[in-house]
């Protein structure tokens, strides 16, 4: 009897298992045997629940640690050697460099690397050449690359870090899609959004600016705070809601100059229901300075909420500038608060956008539809491998 085909996912970090939401559980309604790895914790644990996953945990760190990292890598070899599995689908830096070369060292046949992001993008020196180093090779080992927007294949291609035949974009990018189910306009009640907003000390009379991500200096928070300023110079009045946990230094500093930018902000730290809090949003600010391709942006979309985000890297391919949303160049607040200005004082076009927004994300990246276009490229590379 033929066994089951056999996907491996991995990511670095078990809080990283939720760009895979959904989607081992996708894989083993379509007849994938699925194993996952990541660093230990509560996502693998409640993964492992899941009839036809099998979880293994391999401690993984984000930074480079020689010893630590050959005591990974051998565990790495000993699961794939155990598993035996037909693909290897491995995503995130770390996992993506040890999981990639341990399938490529054992002869796994097809070895899919999801390209997430280039934290090269905004590093220097020697940090830089290290990550140049590591992405290179990661993609050097992998059978195909898949990124995640199209404006992150054309950072890696310039790069040099793999052949342009070697990366592709399925649809229009995304990870892992957005729950058009969850993140729609109509999911909170208003006395329940006015519940949220009292619980929060804010005022519904007053529009709200929210962002949604990390705590870190890579998403623009100290853009924000001057953007910020100058509305309340311009006599633009709003408050600010952050949603997220503080993820470095940089983060922390971040959030204490965002304070000192507006009287009037709220923190809420990391939240399990982002969805409830977009309800209390005039509108969704992200001026960040990398992304692979910025969930937060699309949630938000799909809720009926207009966006106002930098045109980086993996952002501004999850909007339509003038039709979905509003984007300004990269650190520049000045910008950013001349299209911060115009959609807290037009509710016409921030309806507008918002509308569009959800039809485009209903359109294009429904989880469904994302989870689809990706369990038919990994089943795409068995059969490339029986044609071989």
């Known amino acids: ?54 979880t293994h945990g391999i401690k993984m ?18 699961v794939i050697a155990s598993v035996r599995p ?3 689908s491995v995503g995130t830096p ?21 390209l997430r992001g280039l934290r090269l993008e905004t590093s220097a020196g020697l940090r830089k050449q290290l990550l140049v180093f590591a992405e290179r090779m990661t993609m050097a080992c992998a059978s195909t ?24 974009v399925l649809g229009r990018g995304s990870s892992n899609g957005v729950d058009v189910e969850v993140f729609r306009p109509d999911r909170i009640k208003n006395g329940d959004r006015a519940a949220i907003a009292s619980r929060l000390g804010m005022d519904l009379n007053v529009p709200v600016v929210g962002f949604v991500g990390r705590l870190t200096r890579d998403k623009g928070l100290h853009v924000l705070g001057d953007a910020m300023s100058a509305l309340e110079r311009r006599g633009v009045n709003a408050q600010v809601l952050v949603l997220g946990g503080v993820d470095d230094e940089s983060g922390a500093n971040g959030v204490a100059q965002l304070r ?5 902000i709220v923190t809420t730290g990391h939240v399990l229901q982002p969805a409830d809090y977009y309800s209390l949003m005039t509108l969704l600010c ?21 966006v106002v985000t930098s045109d980086a890297t993996g952002v501004r391919d999850a909007v339509i500038d003038g039709v979905t949303g509003l984007t300004s160049p990269v650190a ?8 911060l200005a115009r959609v807290l004082l037009d509710p016409t076009l921030a309806g507008s956008l918002g509308a569009n927004g959800r039809k485009w994300v209903v359109d294009n990246f429904s989880r469904e539809r994302v989870q689809d276009s990706y369990a038919n490229h990994l089943e795409a590379q068995l059969g490339q491998e029986h044609a071989q």
């Open 1 to 54: 009897m033929n066994r089951r085909r056999r996907v491996l996912l991995a990511v670095t970090i078990d809080d990283s298992l939720q760009f895979l939401r959904g989607f081992p559980q996708y894989l083993v309604n379509r007849g994938w045997e699925v194993h996952v790895v990541s660093t230990p914790g509560k996502r693998l644990a409640e993964l492992s629940e899941i009839e036809g996953v099998v």
């Open 61 to 78: 760190d984000r930074t480079p640690n020689p010893l630590r990292d050959i005591f990974s890598f051998c565990r790495w070899l000993l």
């Open 86 to 88: 037909d693909v290897v």
């Open 94 to 114: 770390k996992a993506g460099l040890l999981g990639s070369l341990a399938a490529w060292m054992l002869r796994v046949p097809a070895r899919v690397y999801l």
């Open 145 to 168: 690359v898949v990124s995640v927007s199209d404006s992150l294949r054309e950072l890696a291609i310039e790069m040099r870090l793999a052949p342009s035949d070697k990366i592709a």
């Open 260 to 264: 000192k930018s507006c009287r009037n």
């Open 286 to 306: 992200l001026p960040s300075y990398r992304e692979g391709f910025v969930n937060v942006v699309l949630e938000a979309s799909a809720s009926g909420i207009p």
């Open 332 to 339: 520049d607040a000045d910008s950013l608060a001349d299209n």
